[in-house]
């Protein structure tokens, strides 16, 4: 008996005796791994297996010690309302070079506003020194799902003192920064690459978040690789996104210049730059610009879209909204229609054009005689309410396509060309009063085939008179109409009477022809 509670008692006491110890662990600690708990966020990161997420429990500072994922790492850092100063020095920052995902179980909505964040203690900026991003992908994979990067708060004078947020180093391999969610602030660069990275890609993708630059721009693209952004809020008091090498791709998403910035004289290519909301210039590789959505707006002294002759860059825009016209972007069979609110958005000639040339769309039949006019074909997309003119010795083709083209009066007017209508389709007057086809020749008698006009089988003209051949009607060359061809060719000729009542014949001659040499 009294060994039974002698050894109670020694298991009691040992309880009582350990107790303080894992107590004091507890509060001691600053990250978990599952129930596991260390007293430095580094120790948790050499502990941390691929998979695994760390959760603060506690503020820390790194900024003497820096933090390192490993190339064979793949874990996530839960912020978890909890305060982690780093610093922009090579020594005190975090370098991803296997893959790090952030995010902050208290920014429920993603936007930054919650309790956890990253903070420099970086106040001022040291050329070589104090210039690191405080977040760098080496080589490695970051990817942000919310919380907060703030290295602009506390900073005296951004301009001059500015620090990075995130940067993508593809020095020895691919790397990449993605963008979910939450906020970076930054004085300078929110997300950035390096000019001297060409062998691999650097890829930077925005999905959601919002990146913000409280001086310049607040992504800076100098590397090889493609930045792409699918969504999310992007801008600098510079502009958005500056891009100096490698692709741009926007889908969607919201780039914006505040046009107040001043991106300082430094000459490796970041100074000097105008306040744009999308910069794009050649000025270490090929550049190529896909705009395709989103919402891309200047304020203040800003342009919309950045290039110059000395550093031309591709620029394809084929979607979006914009602050002001962009239309010289746009690319073929694309343009720009202005909104209520004097922003222009960019639409697909295809989905209002009533005609085709080849591969090109036209918004309207004047503007596909212009591109056809050299003896091309138009193919007629829609019914067409539009005067036709042939008056500029143009030889046209076209193919109606079951459609059909109408005007008031006179609807097909052929003064000096050619015109050659393949069916089916139809061609008429809304109000009967001249013809369908109207077609006058030359005062001079040697112009032979001065107007032509060939219309094919399957072709309905409707009007007064279905086709009208007409006279000038000055006094000098009354009578006067040489060189006019009409060839119907199995064509459907359909009268219809005028507000009157009178009705044309199908084939009417204005006038008396009193010359036959080279008459209709």
């Known amino acids: 008996m009294k060994r039974r509670l002698l050894s109670a008692f020694l298991a009691v006491m040992m309880v009582l005796t350990m107790a303080p110890v894992a107590f004091a662990a507890d509060e001691d600690a600053v990250a978990k791994i599952g129930d596991a708990t260390y007293s430095t966020l580094v120790d948790a990161v050499v502990n941390a297996k691929t998979g695994d997420t760390i959760v603060m429990t506690a503020d820390t500072d790194i900024s003497e010690t820096g933090l390192s994922i490993a190339s064979d790492k793949d874990i996530t850092l839960d912020l978890n309302g909890c305060e982690v100063k780093a610093a922009n020095t090579g020594a005190g920052n975090i370098k ?7 995010k902050d179980s208290t920014d ?19 050329r070589n020194q104090a210039d690191q991003p405080i977040i760098y ?9 919310s919380g907060l990067i703030d ?11 500015g620090q990075f947020g995130v940067g993508v180093q593809n020095e020895n391999a691919n790397a990449s920064v993605t963008i979910e969610g939450g906020k970076i602030k930054a004085g300078w660069y929110a997300v950035s690459g390096n000019g001297q990275m060409i062998n691999h890609d650097g890829n930077i993708t925005v999905n959601g978040g919002i990146l913000e630059s409280t001086t310049d721009y607040a992504i800076y693209n100098p590397q090889k690789g493609t930045t792409t952004i ?3 809020v992007i801008y600098g008091q510079a502009g958005g996104i500056s891009i100096k090498r490698g692709t741009l791709v926007v889908n969607d998403g919201t780039i914006t210049s505040k046009g107040v ?4 004289s430094w000459g490796d290519g970041t100074g000097n730059l105008n306040n744009a909301a999308i910069q794009s210039k050649k000025r270490y590789d090929t550049v190529t610009v896909l705009v ?7 304020e203040g002294d800003a342009v919309t879209i950045d290039t110059d002759a000395e550093h031309p860059a591709t620029v394809a825009v084929t979607g979006g909204t914009f602050s002001s016209d962009i239309s010289k972007y746009c690319e073929k069979n694309y343009y720009t229609e202005q909104n209520a609110d004097n922003t222009y958005t960019v639409k697909s000639l295809k989905d209002v054009a009533v005609a085709q040339v080849g591969g090109t769309y036209y918004k309207t039949l004047a503007e596909a005689v212009a591109a056809a006019k050299d003896g091309g074909t138009i193919d007629l997309l829609s019914n067409v309410s539009e005067r036709l003119w042939i008056k500029n010795n143009e030889d046209v083709t076209i193919n109606l396509n079951g459609h059909t083209i109408s005007s008031e009066k006179q609807t097909a007017n052929v003064r000096h060309g050619k015109l050659t209508v393949n069916g089916p389709g139809t061609i008429k007057e809304d109000e009967p009063y001249f013809g369908a086809l109207l077609i006058k020749g030359s005062t001079n008698q040697s112009d032979t085939d001065y107007a032509v006009a060939t219309i094919n089988k399957n072709v309905t003209l409707e009007g007064w008179a279905p086709v009208f051949i007409d006279q000038f009607g000055d006094k000098e060359n009354t009578g006067k109409a040489y060189g006019i061809t009409v060839n119907l060719n199995g064509a459907v000729l359909n009268g219809k009477k005028d507000s009157t009542g009178d009705l044309g014949s199908g084939i009417y001659v204005n006038g008396t022809i009193k010359d036959a040499t080279n008459a209709p």
Do not use: C, P, R
């Open 137 to 145: 992908a080496v080589n490695g994979d970051f990817v942000m799902q």
């Open 261 to 264: 910035g001043n991106t300082g």
């Open 96 to 102: 991803v070079y296997g893959k790090l995902t952030l």
């Open 108 to 126: 429920t909505s993603a936007n930054g506003e919650g309790q956890g964040k990253i903070t420099t203690v970086t106040k001022t900026y040291i």
């Open 151 to 161: 290295t602009a708060t506390g900073i005296t004078n951004n301009s001059n003192d």
């Open 230 to 232: 699918n969504g999310g």
């Open 292 to 298: 395709k959505g989103g919402k891309v707006i200047a």
